[in-house]
C-alpha cells in the first residue's frame, strides 16, 4: 500500500511555471507506475502524464504535451511533474495516482491509489 502526497502548487501567471512534487508517506514509489491527473471546476478528471516503474516511459496528454515533463528521482521516493508555458486552461487540482502494473497508464481506473490533490490557478 502507498499513501501519496502532492505539493507544489499555488498561482501563477499565464507563461509561468510550477514544478509539483508527489511522495509517499508510506510506500516506495519505485515499485508503482505514477499518474498525474487533474480535474477543473465542473470538469471531469483527465489524464495528464504517466511514468513507468523504470523510468523509462512515458506518455502525456495531448493538451500538455512538450509543455509539461513527469520524472522520478529514486533517492528521495518522488515523482515531479514541471510545467511550463502554463496557460490558464491548466488551472485545476493536481492528483498523483499509483498502480502496481507494468508499463504506462491513462486511465483512471487503472489507478489503485490517489492523493489529495494541489490547487494550480494560472491568471491569464
Known amino acids: 500500500q502507498v499513501q501519496l502526497v502532492e505539493s507544489g502548487g499555488g498561482s501563477v501567471q499565464a507563461g509561468g511555471s510550477l514544478r509539483l512534487s508527489c511522495a509517499a508517506s508510506e510506500g516506495t514509489l519505485s515499485t508503482y507506475t505514477i499518474g498525474w491527473f487533474r480535474q477543473a471546476a465542473g470538469k471531469e478528471r483527465e489524464f495528464v502524464a504517466t511514468?513507468?516503474?523504470?523510468?523509462?516511459?512515458?506518455y502525456y496528454g495531448d493538451s500538455v504535451k512538450g509543455r509539461f515533463t513527469i520524472s522520478r528521482d529514486y533517492a528521495r521516493n518522488m515523482v515531479y511533474l514541471q510545467m511550463n508555458r502554463l496557460k490558464p486552461e491548466d488551472t485545476a487540482v493536481y492528483y498523483c495516482?499509483?498502480?502496481?502494473?507494468?508499463?504506462?497508464?491513462?486511465?483512471?481506473?487503472?489507478?489503485?491509489?490517489w492523493g489529495q490533490g494541489t490547487q494550480v490557478t494560472v491568471a491569464s
Open positions: 511514468i513507468s516503474r523504470s523510468g523509462d516511459r512515458t
Open positions: 495516482a499509483a498502480d502496481r502494473g507494468m508499463g504506462v497508464r491513462t486511465g483512471l481506473r487503472s489507478y489503485e491509489y
